[in-house]
């Protein structure tokens, strides 16, 4: 298995404009969460998903960032309009269903430096 | 208000030497504790785990201890090499929470082990 995919890995982008992120579980895992990590605050959950479905986005910091999972293999964080301290490293991770073992074990993609000018 | 803490920022050792990276907990409903190793530039990825009707779970080189009364767990790397070096960020579940999979991490101690 190619393990989770995140793309790009780094991204430049100018203040305003609008930044996609986009993460591709581990086929047949069900939940996917989207982690940002800064030096302040460490490795923060922004929003995770159980079998496609939103379950909990109050780490979303704002209404200027939104995630979506159309899908079970794929999803999407966006920004928009990207500030100057969004930047940071945004990971993207699964996990299998309940049964799997070890419990509860998140499996991280390489994740996407963002850089806001 | 964190819930999973690790106070030491930083941690430096000696080759051959053993590792000790200490973690807090204050919710009593954590029930599953895992520890992540993280090389820059690359995503977290596992380590080892320890569920809380266990004090203690061993993997090699690599030993987790559990005090529940504490609320305290602490990571033994024995011994210690150069390759061990990156951030390692301990991270806590409940089974209660009807969340699957959803994990409370630390903000991380950087580990350089020093030749």
């Known amino acids: 298995d190619a393990g989770v995919i995140q793309s790009p890995r780094h991204e430049v982008t100018e203040m305003g404009q609008e930044v996609t992120l986009r993460c591709k579980p581990i086929s047949g895992h069900n939940s996917l969460f989207w982690y940002r990590q800064t030096m302040m605050r460490g490795l923060e959950l922004l929003i995770y998903?159980?079998?496609?479905?939103?379950?909990?986005d109050s780490g979303m910091p704002e209404d200027r960032f939104s995630a979506k999972m159309p899908n079970a293999s794929f999803s999407t964080l966006k920004i928009q309009p990207s500030e100057p301290r969004d930047s940071a490293v945004y990971f993207c991770a699964s996990t299998g269903p309940p049964s799997a073992s070890p419990r509860d074990t998140q499996y991280f993609g390489p994740g996407t430096r963002l850089t806001v000018l | 208000d964190q819930q999973v803490k690790q106070n030491s920022p930083s941690l430096s050792v000696q080759e051959g030497r053993i590792s000790i990276l200490n973690c807090d907990y204050t919710?009593?409903?954590?029930?599953?504790f895992l520890w992540y190793k993280k090389y820059p530039a690359e995503g977290p990825t596992f380590l080892i785990s320890i569920s809380s009707i266990k004090d203690k779970n061993e993997d090699g080189r690599f030993t987790v201890f559990l005090n529940k009364s504490a609320k305290h767990l602490s990571l033994h790397i024995v011994p210690s090499q150069p390759g061990d070096s990156a951030v390692y960020f301990c991270a806590a579940s409940d089974s209660y929470g009807g969340s699957q999979g959803n994990l409370i991490f630390g903000k991380g101690t950087k580990l350089s082990v020093k030749p």
């Open positions: 998903f159980n079998n496609n479905v939103p379950i909990d």
């Open positions: 919710n009593s409903m954590f029930d599953y």
